[in-house]
């Protein structure tokens, strides 16, 4: 019998596969394969902590779901671990400042930009093309990082028609009409 995993999925039988890839050739695989730029921010009661992060997908419209992953050694990983909620900013290219400091280590990520608290009070950057406020519904262990689950609560969508912000090997790229095939 398979014992479940914490969202819900039966667990696979533990396999030996022998050698695996080595970090940096799983690293150097996935620079070729350019994602989405999100910020996530949240406040589990210590101050508010934001995150860039390549990996969030939409996991289903009904219910409105997603996922993002989040890195034990970031230093939001303790309270986006704690969280109940997180607000996940979907960026664009005039969003690269707003990337940028996510992305930076050991800066305090709200003392330049617009910022400001929902009435639920979780931080929120301003003008950012789109953001989702979310409830955490469940977390995953793996290797390193943490997958969270989060079901969508509220939405604000600033920009509707914009230029795609992308992150491909190890450098920020947008998207426009000549890149189009």
Not at 148 to 174: C, F, G, K, M
């Amino acid at each position: 019998m398979s014992e479940a995993s914490p969202l819900g999925a039966a667990q696979p039988p533990t396999h030996t596969f022998g050698e695996s890839l080595s970090a940096d050739e799983f690293k150097a695989v996935f620079r070729g394969h350019p994602g989405g730029v999100a910020v996530i921010t949240a406040d589990a009661g210590h101050g508010p902590v934001a995150l860039t992060a390549t990996s969030v997908s939409s996991v289903s419209a009904d219910p409105p779901l997603l996922i993002f992953s989040v890195s034990a050694l970031s230093s939001a990983a303790k309270t986006l671990l704690e969280a109940e909620t997180v607000v996940v900013h979907l960026l664009d290219a005039e969003d690269l400042p707003v990337a940028k400091t996510g992305a930076t280590s050991g800066i305090d990520r709200f003392a330049e930009l617009p910022w400001s608290r929902l009435v639920t009070g979780e931080p929120v950057y301003h003008g950012v093309r789109a953001w989702v406020r979310c409830a955490v519904i469940d977390r995953m262990d793996a290797g390193g990082s943490t997958i969270i689950a989060a079901h969508a609560l509220q939405a604000n969508i600033e920009r509707d028609s914009s230029i795609p912000l992308v992150y491909h090997n190890r450098t920020w790229h947008r998207l426009g009409e000549d890149t189009t095939i």
